[in-house]
């Protein structure tokens, strides 16, 4: 096993001729793909990892300086990759791991065949001629809280960000796993989130891109996935649908899960 492979609990199950990657967003690990896998493995090979920083990781292995910026996240993806000596994949990511694919794919497009994005945003801070629909005030607040009462933050913030009450399985999931990040890290890796602008970075993507969004969802407005689609430099097509919450993989796996197979199955029509 390589450096990237044990760094990054990587795991490759499953058999076929295409390789698809799951990356999963903040505050989760690679256990919130547990609905999609077992659809995946008869026909793919599948890659599993988990993002520097999250609860399942060695705190020890995080760089505060690296991961100011969502590029030292997407060398990670790229060493994962190269390690395992992958030609080419179907990227899957969600959240914060889908503009990560997106700007992996930038340096090396001949890595990805396409990219799905799930409940994705180039940037969460509102301005003039963009909705990103957060506030620096509230994004302050926010930090605020996570540093004065971690555990709180996280019992209030996991209902929200799901779209649910706490006594939901798929809340006390992402509960746990957000809990599962030392505070310090899951602060840090929350500031980079919110702060980062990948929208210049749009145009230069030419990765054939799957845009799949809830109607609702707390962290990104239905809107910024149109901005998606009409920024990006390559093929896009956007697909709404009827689920709430921001990690609707978990939440709402009997509406999420055919979607998602279908755009891991078929292409973008030309």
């Known amino acids: 096993m390589g450096i990237a492979e044990e760094a ?16 999963h967003g903040f505050g989760t690990d690679q256990s919130v793909w547990k609905h999609l896998v077992p659809h995946l493995v008869d026909d793919y090979r ?10 399942t990781t060695n705190p020890d292995y995080f760089d505060f300086q690296r991961y100011t910026s969502l590029d030292g996240y997407a ?3 790229l060493a994962i990759l190269d390690e395992l000596q992958v030609q080419s994949c179907i990227y899957v990511g969600h ?12 340096s090396r497009p001949d890595l990805f065949s396409k990219i799905l994005t799930i409940s994705a945003s180039p940037r969460y801070v509102n301005e003039a001629d963009y909705y990103g629909g957060f506030e620096q005030t509230e994004l302050i607040q926010l930090f605020e809280a996570m540093k004065s009462n971690y555990k709180a933050w996280c019992d209030g913030f996991a209902p929200l960000c799901v779209g649910g009450d706490m006594e939901s399985v798929s809340v006390q999931e992402f509960s746990r ?3 599962n ?13 919110f702060y980062s602008d990948a929208r210049p970075l749009l145009r230069h993507v030419t990765v ?3 845009i799949i969004q809830s109607v609702k969802d707390l962290a990104v407005p239905v809107v910024v996935s149109e901005y998606l689609h009409q920024n990006l430099g390559g093929d896009s097509i956007v697909e709404v649908m009827s689920t709430d919450g921001h990690l609707p993989q978990l939440s709402s796996p009997e509406v999420v899960m055919p979607v998602l197979l279908r755009h891991i199955r078929y292409n973008i029509a030309a």
């Open 208 to 210: 054939p891109c799957h």
């Open 8 to 23: 990054h609990n990587v795991r490759v199950i499953g058999s076929g001729q295409q390789t698809i990657v799951l990356a």
């Open 46 to 55: 599948v890659i599993l990892y988990d993002n520097m920083g999250a609860g």
């Open 95 to 106: 959240s914060v791991s889908a503009m990560i694919g997106l700007i992996a794919s930038i």
């Open 181 to 193: 990040m030392r505070p310090d890290i899951a602060l840090s890796v929350a500031q980079t989130i």
């Open 177 to 179: 796993t957000l809990f």
């Open 75 to 77: 060398c990670d993806v």
